[in-house]
């Protein structure tokens, strides 16, 4: 079975700090897809990044970065120089890579509170 | 192009009634998941429909159950509702192999 543990229930921090969100992820499968969604006070789920097992290269977008560490069953999101517009649920998720999309497992989510 | 879209935005239902809700996938999606989001929690999946057919479950009853067109649309309907239906449903379309994108959601309240 699948499992996803944001340990980080809510995390608040002041403008321009950096922020880290920990996901800790179980699987059985060899070949996965992980993703990190946000989650607007309005509902939707917006999706923010996928990668697959195969690759463990770290990726940046702008302020965004995640660290995939294959080892210790890790996918960390960091928001740099943080802004008020990130406050927000996130959530990250885990499916099989040899199916449709779909059928993710998703963590419980982390609250992030940017304050001014 | 419009993303996915879901109906209604809210619905009150009281306790032993049915409901439907709908979804319509993104342009050039054929697979729609829905999910489960109870207040405070993930969203839990339910099922998967791809060519009419439901591919993909998770671990919800029977009272839960789907249907896709051939235009791709959706329907979720849960039949005898409980109160710990309540929720925010969310569609999610994808095409093979895709990220998945997800609507608004429906905000379900059972009374």
């Known amino acids: 079975a699948q499992k996803v543990t944001q340990a980080q229930t809510e995390i608040s921090v002041v403008e321009k700090e950096d922020v880290t969100l920990d996901c800790v992820y179980e699987?059985?499968?060899?070949?996965?897809?992980l993703f990190w969604y946000k989650q607007p006070p309005s509902g939707e789920l917006v999706f923010l990044i996928r990668?697959?097992?195969?690759?463990?290269q770290n990726e940046i977008s702008g302020r965004y970065s995640w660290n995939f560490q294959k080892s210790t069953s890790s996918f960390n999101f960091t928001i740099t120089a943080s802004q008020v517009v990130d406050s927000a649920v996130y959530f990250c998720?885990?499916?099989?890579?040899?199916?449709?999309?779909?059928?993710?497992?998703f963590g419980d989510g982390t609250t992030l509170t940017v304050k001014p | 192009d419009a993303g996915v879209t879901q109906s209604p935005t809210h619905l009150i239902k009281t306790r032993g009634q049915q409901v439907t809700l709908r979804c319509s996938p993104k342009?050039?999606?054929?697979?729609v998941s829905w999910y489960q989001q109870a207040l405070g929690q993930g969203p839990q999946f339910i099922f998967q429909?791809?060519?009419?057919?439901?591919?993909q479950r998770g671990n919800f009853p029977d009272r839960f159950s789907g249907h896709q067109f051939p235009n791709y649309s959706s329907e979720l309907n849960v039949n005898a509702l409980l109160l710990g239906d309540s929720a925010l449903y969310l569609c999610?379309?994808?095409?093979?192999?895709?990220?998945?994108?997800f609507g608004p959601g429906t905000r379900l309240t059972v009374t």
């Open positions: 999610a379309s994808s095409q093979t192999s895709s990220e998945q994108y």
């Open positions: 699987t059985r499968d060899t070949t996965y897809y």
């Open positions: 990668r697959n097992s195969f690759d463990e």
């Open positions: 998720a885990l499916s099989e890579l040899n199916t449709n999309a779909g059928k993710s497992t």
């Open positions: 342009s050039g999606h054929d697979t």
């Open positions: 429909y791809y060519e009419e057919e439901e591919r």
